[in-house]
Structure formats: C-alpha cells, structure tokens
C-alpha cells in the first residue's frame, strides 16, 4: 500500500441499508478525516480523528459514524443509508492535526443511495 | 460564520497566464492551502502559504494578504493538462481545513 486506499470504489446502495465505507493509511499519520463532496459545494467534514482512539464530530455528522482502533484505520459507517447520502466519499490524512499539515486523499468512494 | 468566496467557472487559453481569486471568512487563520482536483479523482495539494505576499513554485504561484482576507492563485504557461478544479482552503483556529467549492478551469487550444 503506499498512501491512503479507500473501498469500495463506487457503491450502489438501497435506501435504509447499513454500509461501511473503509479507509487506510500507511504513513502513519496521527490524523484522518472524512469529507463528502457534492457537486457546487466544498467538501464538508463528516468526522474527524485527532488520533487513534478518539474522533469527533465535523459539520456534517448527522446519520454517519467512525471508530479509529488503530492509527491506519478510519471505517465511515452509515448506519440506515437515506439518498441525501448520495455523495462522493474521501478519506484523508495528515501528519498531526495540532498544526498546519497538508492533508493527502484517498481516491474516493463514490455512493448513491436509491 | 465562515465562508469562502471564489469563481465557479474560468476559462482560458493554452499558453496564457489565469489569476484564480479567494476570498475568505474564517474563526482565526492558520494559513491558506490552494488544491488541484481533476474530475474524478482526488484532491492534491499545490500550495501552502502563511505570510503575506506571493509564493513561486515553477509555474504556479500563490498569493496571500491576511489584513484583505485574500488569496490568489496564479497559474503561467497553460498547459492543457492544467484544466481542473481549483480549492481554495484556509486553516481555521482549530487547525481545520474550510474548504470553497472550488473553481472549474477550463484550457481552449
């Protein structure tokens, strides 16, 4: 692995469906990130980890839920998939997350709930 | 609140020069990254800048007044490669990334 992988990379998905959407790392990186993107709008942060063990709620957490039980995994979980969540999923990650660091991508999961 | 400003779309000419403006409202600065994202694929940093003035990385330079609460990117010798999404994202107080929905370039021969 060299960088962040993401998958599944596209999913289709019925309304009220439980998925889990996966993340990896292989840079060590203290902190990982969830954004959506949809189209028109910046990416908005789902949830966040500052580091393994504890995440956090971003601007957009309603309906999505993470764990990070070690430092290379960060699992985006949407518990009853509505279509609003139809979106295009990216993970991220950055060195540390008390400073500036440049954030690096996944490739993206893309998602449509029906 | 926050809020980042910038234009949806540009167009522009293979070999030219475009200026890509950013305006922005943030809850403190930590600085400003500028992203590159072709359609679809990810994000990819281009530039990070801190302090006023402008930062040159070969063909790309980006530019920053704090005081103004602006950015630009300036992008020379268009290739056609660089038609792409444009991000701009300031650091907030909390170190997070606020993201603008991003400028689509488009390069005409």
């Known amino acids: 692995i060299a960088g962040i992988t993401q998958a599944p990379t596209s999913q289709i998905l019925a309304a009220g469906r439980r998925m889990t959407l996966r993340c990896t790392q292989d840079?060590?990186?203290?902190?990982m990130y969830w954004y959506r993107q949809d189209l028109g709008l910046g990416l908005r942060l789902i949830h966040y980890?500052?580091?393994?063990?504890?995440?956090g709620k971003g601007e957009v957490p309603d309906g999505y839920s993470v764990s990070r039980a070690n430092t290379d995994d960060f699992p985006l979980t949407l518990a009853s998939a509505v279509p609003s969540q139809t979106s295009v999923y990216f993970c991220?990650?950055?060195?540390?997350?008390?400073?500036?660091?440049?954030?690096?991508f996944g490739p993206g999961t893309r998602l449509t709930v029906l | 609140g926050q809020n980042i400003d910038q234009p949806t779309e540009m167009t522009a000419t293979e070999g030219a020069i475009v200026q890509i403006n950013c305006t922005y409202q943030?809850?403190?600065?930590?600085?400003l990254f500028w992203y590159q994202q072709h359609a679809g694929e990810a994000p990819t940093f281009l530039s990070y800048?801190?302090l006023d003035g402008l930062e040159e990385k070969g063909r790309f330079s980006s530019f920053l007044s704090r005081s103004k609460g602006y950015s630009y990117l300036l992008l020379k010798e268009l290739q056609m490669k660089d038609s792409a999404s444009y991000l701009c994202?300031?650091?907030?107080?909390?170190?997070?990334?606020?993201w603008g929905a991003g400028t689509k370039l488009i390069i005409k021969p």
């Open positions: 991220a990650s950055s060195a540390t997350s008390g400073s500036v660091n440049e954030q690096f």
């Open positions: 840079m060590r990186h203290n902190a």
């Open positions: 980890s500052n580091t393994a063990g504890t995440t």
């Open positions: 943030t809850s403190g600065f930590n600085g």
């Open positions: 800048n801190v």
């Open positions: 994202a300031p650091s907030d107080s909390n170190y997070q990334l606020i």
